[in-house]
């Protein structure tokens, strides 16, 4: 007989996998592998109409600075912009959505939040021009509310505040799904 076959299997073990590390040593190959993901890079907007007289941009961009951290974003930067009012197609004007895709490739950001609440078709509209996910400050807080929630009955009515947040935002989505009209008996 060979020797391999008669070894027994956690002599063949130890010789396999090496017996000079002691037990419940860290080494380079037992180390745990760390899977918690890096923090979304975050770029914060605002639109100021002048219509919040006593409450300037600059500190409601701080407020909303603080809750992306409180969610776990690192904040890479933050503009604001005087306007009338928020352009119904992207909230931001063009010049400005042009100066954030500078930005995005200056930063790096993966995550565009805004101070006010956004329309499902600005929304899109931002996503589509920046290639970044865009979150208002609705979502935002519902966000944190999911990560703190910590009862059954918490986390569920957040999951419901989170679904209706999101059913205007689903409308469209699946239109390359629909069949096309025409032909016969149609």
Known sequence: MDAQQTRSPRSFFRTRCGSRYARGTVTKRTAPIDLTP?????????????????????????????????AGAEVVGAEWQQRRHPDPDTYIGAGKAQELLAAKVETGFTVLIADDELSPTQQRGLEEVLGVKVIDRSRLILDIFALH??????????????????????????????????????
């Not at 006593?54 to 409601?60: I, V």
């Not at 419901?160 to 149609?186: C, F, V």
């Open 38 to 70: 890096a923090p979304e890079r975050a770029f914060l907007i605002a639109v100021d109409t002048g219509s919040d007289v006593g409450w300037p941009a600059e500190d409601s961009l701080q407020e909303l600075a603080s809750l992306a951290r409180t």
């Open 149 to 186: 929630a910590r009862t059954r009955e918490g986390r569920l009515q957040v999951e419901l505040a989170q679904l209706e947040y999101q059913l205007p935002r689903l409308t469209k989505l699946w239109t390359h799904l629909s069949r096309t009209g025409g032909g016969i008996g149609t």
